[in-house]
């Protein structure tokens, strides 16, 4: 208690806003600290090299487990491009499919961007996966098309901004107060002043034992990335 | 999952309920209007809220008559003048001993009903089994275009020029041809899924759309594949604006552009059009092709039609391209429009006209 009131009156004095920083990194730079994750059975079908080339941070899974499912969870991507068919390696998938990953990552964290990337358009059995998802590829996919809807992404939806909203709406859902929001807030800033991140027992300080830690940590860790920061 | 088309195939080829109303006996389906029986003003049989098929007729005016509506993927049909047996039983004696006859039809009404319902249940499922075994062999198909539109962009990227534009001047007019005739490939590849499942034309989010560039980039990939025929596109026109749809739009200027250059008369360039209009853009695409009679006009954006002249000029064509170019103009919020010029000339014994696609999105 000692030791959150002292916390209290640093970010007090201290009015950094977690939102005022980043904001002028050029887009050029600012992409390519958006981290991509490609889950796909199929490597050619996701043209991976020429969005690499291009500066695109791109990760390329052909099957997705449940450590790799975790990952997501925990806020190692800032957006995922899942297909359908063919990419679950395990039994945890309530459909079989992408269509179960898709609903458990949006179940998990709604704010997760996810892309449906799919040729399956024909059948009408897809519409959940395609409607649930935020956004949708086609297959076959040029590498031009790839760039103008994760640029479209990156402009609207990735931002440190987007992600500090996120995570202050995700805490107070789960009750945390507005004062160790402001505690939290202050300590993000001035661990970025410090280069670093606030680590995962540092926030579990600071907003308390709450329902799907790692979760919201995650919110953390996708702004450090924005941040480059790293740790 | 039943499908609508299937609903249309069975009931046109069943025979229709019969209804007798005093001494007429009319169609069932002919009585979608309130002329069952012109007794009462409040038309109670033909209610808003609908009946399920399974449960009896519901009694809904003081002579007993009900309704049955039944609905599959979204069409509804309904059919009114129904007379169940517990409504008859209601009636004063006189008219329950005159309404047996009717009382026997309408039963032959709701049973055809029960069995065009399950028919077309059943068909759907057999046609969803067809789709799924086809996209199998599709999904093959993508397999191996991907790994063209892979090899193509290895190809541009490997010029070592800054730009891609620079990089595809760098290729030998042969390869250009090649790594473009691949993106017009694809394009006809995002055409056939809206055939069978409509509803991706609305995939993905709505969003400003270049659609100066959109048309620009599909008529530099069709003339470059198309570099040894004798048609062209030419692009003419201004805009930079930016209306909210999506993305298969692209699809329904690929459609139109496709079609024109499958119907030009040879040595007349495809006049390309894009302006400008208020807040959105207007797309044309105008070619001297076969005139379409003037009593052809109003099918010509219906599933599996082919005009006349049409035929005569290209003997090979589905009739579904434009079918499929309106329904996504309308999952968009538009319609492509039809206009035909009068016969300017003859050639192999069909008649040229100046004929005009157009669309305009926002």
Redesign the interface.
């Known amino acids: 208690m000692v030791g959150f009131i002292l916390k209290l009156i640093r970010s007090a004095l201290n009015h950094g806003k977690v939102d005022a920083l980043g904001h002028d990194v050029p887009f050029e730079e600012h992409k390519k600290r958006v981290r991509i994750v490609v889950v796909d059975d ?1 490597s ?2 996701f ?1 991976t090299e ?1 969005l690499r ?1 291009d500066g695109y941070a791109v990760d390329w899974w052909e099957s997705i487990n449940l450590a790799r499912l975790k990952r997501i969870e925990q806020g190692d991507f800032d957006i995922v491009i899942l297909d359908i ?1 063919g990419i679950v390696a395990e039994g945890f998938s309530s459909t079989g499919d992408g269509l179960g990953v898709l609903r458990r990552i949006k179940e998990n964290n709604p704010n997760q961007i996810v892309v ?1 990337f799919s ?9 959940p996966f ?2 649930l998802a ?3 590829l ?7 098309e790839c760039k103008e809807l994760l640029d ?1 992404l990156i402009k609207s939806q990735i931002s440190v901004r987007a992600y500090w909203q996120h995570l202050t709406s995700q805490l107070r859902e789960r009750g945390v107060s507005e004062s160790r929001l402001r505690v939290l807030e202050s300590e993000m800033v001035l661990a970025n002043r410090k280069g670093k991140s606030i680590s995962l027992e540092a926030f579990r300080d600071t907003v308390g034992t709450i329902e799907s830690l790692h979760t919201t940590y995650g919110w953390v860790k996708r702004i450090a990335g924005l941040w480059q920061i790293i740790g | ?1 039943a499908d609508h088309r299937i609903v249309e195939l069975v009931l046109a080829g069943s025979p229709y309920p019969l209804v007798r109303s005093d001494d007429v006996v009319q169609h069932g389906l002919a009585l979608e209007v309130p002329e069952v029986c012109l007794r009462c003003s409040d038309r109670r049989c033909i209610a808003r809220e609908g009946a399920p098929v399974e449960m009896p007729v519901e009694s809904l005016c003081y002579r007993g008559r009900g309704y049955v509506r039944f609905t599959i993927e979204g069409e509804t049909t309904t059919i009114v003048g129904l007379l169940s047996s517990e409504a008859r039983k209601k009636l004063p004696r006189a008219a329950k001993k005159a309404a047996v006859d009717e009382e026997v039809v309408s039963r032959g009404a709701l049973e055809w009903v029960r069995r065009a319902v399950s028919i077309a249940d059943s068909m759907g499922r057999d046609l ?1 089994a067809s ?2 075994s ?2 199998g062999i ?2 093959d198909v ?2 191996s ?3 063209l ?2 090899t193509a ?2 190809l541009v ?1 490997a010029q070592g020029g800054v730009t ?1 534009e620079e990089n595809f001047e760098r290729l030998s007019p042969k390869t250009r041809s090649l790594v473009k005739a691949v ?1 017009v490939l ?1 394009g006809r ?2 055409v ?6 409509p ?2 034309a609305t ?3 709505r ?1 400003a759309l270049p659609i100066y560039k959109m048309v620009d980039r599909l008529v530099r990939a069709f003339n470059a594949a198309d570099s040894a025929g004798p048609n062209q596109l030419r692009l003419h026109g201004a805009s930079s604006n930016k209306p909210t749809g999506y ?1 298969s739009v692209e699809t329904v200027a690929f459609v139109l552009l496709d079609n024109a250059l499958k119907y030009s008369h040879q040595n007349h360039p495809v006049e390309v059009e894009v302006n400008d209009v208020g807040s959105g853009v207007r797309v044309s695409v105008t070619t001297m092709s076969p005139v379409v009679d003037e009593f052809e006009r109003a099918s010509i954006f219906k599933q599996g039609w082919r005009g006349r002249n049409g035929r005569a000029v290209a003997s090979a064509g589905s009739g579904l391209g434009l079918y499929i170019a309106q329904v996504v103009a309308e999952a968009n919020g538009f319609r492509v429009r039809f206009d035909c010029g009068g016969t300017e000339f003859v050639s192999g014994g069909v008649p040229y006209s100046r004929n005009s696609f157009s669309f305009r999105v926002g």
């Open positions: 199929e050619s079908s043209p020429g080339a068919q449906a040729g399956q358009m024909y059948s009408v059995n897809s519409v395609f409607k935020d956004d949708v086609k297959k076959p996919v040029a590498v031009i479209r | 999952m969803q789709i799924r086809a996209g599709l999904h993508q397999a275009v991907s790994v539109i892979r962009e290895q990227s891609e993106q694809k590849m995002a056939a899924p809206l055939l069978s499942n509803e991706a995939f993905g989010q969003h993305d």
